[in-house]
């Protein structure tokens, strides 16, 4: 694992996320999106990490600090041990393991803010559902350039 | 043996991280939220890009021979402003008039900021911006945009503060409206805008009437617009109600500076 790489990386998606992406109405999460690419690439160790870290990131981001990094980290480990069992390498796969993700993801954190007391979402659908589905959407395509970039070699299924 | 100590260290990574978690949760929100604007310091110039890209594309062209219509709109909130304030000071000289008075705002300084992230959503709508304490903020100040009243100062660092936009859920501030006289709390209700609940459908209200945020003691001197009414329905569980909802008078999500007023500065 090159953890230069990945810092750099982390730094610019939640750049971007809080920046170019927080205006817009429909917008993929980059750090979902990312969580599940190390979860998929790395080894479970690297996995691990890199998914609460990748948490605390989002966190930080966020309006509250702790859900995410629970939420990321639990999912993003039982992904990695997943993929143990079960090779996610084709896209729509792939593209399924963000939106499961996101949406188990985005419950845990509603439930973790509603306990800590902060305001949570009116339209709970449109968070739980929205998001997960355009990081789906767009996730496999940027799995291509982040390999390139964390010099992780893609296997074909 | 290797392998069962590789085991058992991604056991304990797992519970290390969780127990981090479990203690930035568990944590007061003021000091996590310290994290929060400490990264938005550290990274402000590329966050400043990054909002100024996204801005960028979503204006429009400007026209060069018609008066834009943000800058029509900022000097119909200062007009509103004047009016108010001169409406304030009638009715201080009616009431006072053998007494010295001094003017409203008299005194109030005014520092701008600039922009540095917005996130505007259902959730919640905030902004945070490149002045701190250091430049005399604090919290509860009243921000401007525009010349309209967008939020209030919620957390303070050293270099950065966060802003509570008038549109957020939690937020709460007093305000009248133009032409009644009474005082009502505003709501936050997302999605830029906000409400005003329960009000007596006696009152008169129509589409457009302005709102103005009400004077409070070291905050605001004289009431200043924060809104209009962009409509005015009668309750879903009370019929002899307004269901009033205020719309802001300024695009908060393309603001890339605001004022923020400090009305007792120390110098």
């Known amino acids: ?157 | 043996m290797a392998r069962m100590q590789i085991r058992i260290s991604r056991r304990m990574l797992f519970t290390w991280f969780m127990l981090t978690g479990f203690i930035l949760l568990l944590a007061p929100q003021e000091l996590t939220n310290k994290c929060q604007l400490a990264f938005a310091h550290i990274f402000r110039w590329p966050l400043s890009i990054g909002r100024g890209v996204s801005l960028s594309a979503r204006s429009p062209q400007p026209f060069t021979d018609l008066v834009p219509r943000r800058e029509y709109n900022k000097l119909q909130n200062h007009l509103a402003n004047l009016e108010a304030r001169l409406r304030q000071q009638h009715q201080k000289l009616e009431k006072l008039s053998k007494l010295r008075n001094r003017f409203a705002m008299e005194g109030a300084k005014v520092v701008l900021a600039d922009v540095t992230t917005a996130a505007i959503n259902e959730l919640h709508s905030q902004l945070i911006i490149n002045r701190g304490k250091d430049d005399g903020l604090d919290t509860g100040q009243f921000v401007l945009g525009d010349n309209g009243i967008i939020g209030r100062i919620s957390e303070v660092s050293s270099r950065t503060a966060r802003v509570r936009l008038i549109t957020d859920p939690t937020s709460k501030i007093a305000v009248k409206i133009a032409g009644l006289n009474v005082n009502r709390l505003m709501q936050g209700a997302g999605s830029n805008s906000a409400g005003i609940p329960y009000l007596d459908i006696r009152h008169k209200v129509e589409i457009g009437n302005v709102v103005y945020a009400d004077k409070e003691p070291g905050f605001l001197d004289a009431p200043m617009i924060i809104g209009k009414v962009a409509q005015c329905k009668r309750g879903n569980e009370n019929p002899s109600v307004w269901d009033i909802t205020i719309e802001p008078v300024c695009d908060i999500e393309g603001l890339k500076d605001v004022a923020i007023i400090i009305m007792n500065p120390q110098e």
């Open chain 1, 1 to 157: 694992m090159r953890w230069f790489r990945f810092a750099v990386l982390l730094s610019l998606v939640t750049v971007l996320q809080a920046s170019v992406l927080a205006s817009l109405n429909i917008r993929p999460d980059l750090p979902l999106i990312l969580l599940v690419f190390f979860a998929i690439y790395c080894n479970t160790h690297d996995a691990i990490i890199t998914s609460f870290t990748i948490g605390f990131a989002a966190d930080i981001i966020g309006y509250t600090m702790g859900p995410q990094i629970i939420s990321f980290g639990i999912l993003g480990t039982s992904l990695a041990y997943l993929h143990r069992l079960i090779v996610i390498r084709k896209m729509p796969y792939q593209a399924l393991a963000i939106f499961v993700t996101g949406l188990l993801a985005g419950a845990l954190t509603y439930i973790l803010t509603f306990l800590k007391g902060q305001p949570t979402a009116a339209n709970l659908y449109a968070v739980l559902f929205g998001t997960p589905l355009y990081s789906a959407i767009a996730g496999p395509f940027l799995f291509l350039p982040l390999a390139w970039w964390m010099r992780i070699k893609k296997r074909k299924a």
